[in-house]
C-alpha cells in the first residue's frame, strides 16, 4: 500500500486545513481494515491523532483535538481526510497518514500500523 500526503501549510492559529491521504493498494488483493494519522513535532515521539475503521466508518480521537479535528473517508477513491478546525500552535507537526491492511489490527501506537506515508507539514503560528 503507498500513501501520499497532501494539503498541509502555513497557517495562522485558528484557522482550518484539510489534509488529503491517497491510498494505491498493490496487490489488490490487499484490503484495507483502518487509516489513520499520527503526528510528529519536532524532536517529539510520533503521536496518534485519530483513525477510522474502513468498513464501519467509526472512529477514534486523540483526547487534544477532539471537537476541532474530524477524519472521514471515500472508500470508493481510497482515500481519507482529516479536516482540522481552530488549529492552535501545539498541532505544528508533520503529519503522516497510516494504513492497516491486517484485520483487527488498529490502536493508539505506531507500532500497530504498518503502512506509513512520507508526511506533510503543518505549522501554526499565532
Known amino acids: 500500500v503507498r500513501l501520499i500526503e497532501s494539503g498541509g501549510g502555513a497557517v495562522q492559529a485558528g484557522s482550518s486545513l484539510r489534509l488529503s491521504c491517497a491510498a494505491s493498494?498493490?496487490?489488490?488483493?490487499?484490503?484495507?481494515?483502518?487509516m489513520g494519522w499520527f503526528r510528529q513535532a519536532l524532536g517529539k515521539e510520533r503521536e496518534f491523532v485519530a483513525f477510522?475503521?474502513?468498513?464501519?466508518?467509526?472512529?477514534s480521537y486523540a483526547d487534544s483535538v477532539k471537537g476541532r479535528f474530524t477524519i472521514s473517508r471515500n472508500d470508493a477513491e481510497n482515500m481519507v481526510y482529516l479536516q482540522m478546525n481552530n488549529l492552535k500552535d501545539e498541532d505544528t507537526a508533520v503529519y503522516f497518514c497510516?494504513?492497516?491492511?491486517?484485520?483487527?489490527?488498529?490502536?493508539?501506537?505506531?507500532?500497530?500500523?504498518?503502512?506509513w506515508g512520507q508526511g506533510t507539514q503543518v505549522t501554526v503560528s499565532s
Open positions: 497510516a494504513a492497516s491492511v491486517e484485520y483487527g489490527v488498529v490502536g493508539t501506537t505506531p507500532s500497530e500500523w504498518s503502512q
Open positions: 493498494i498493490r496487490p489488490r488483493t490487499v484490503s484495507i481494515y483502518a
Open positions: 477510522i475503521r474502513w468498513i464501519s466508518g467509526t472512529t
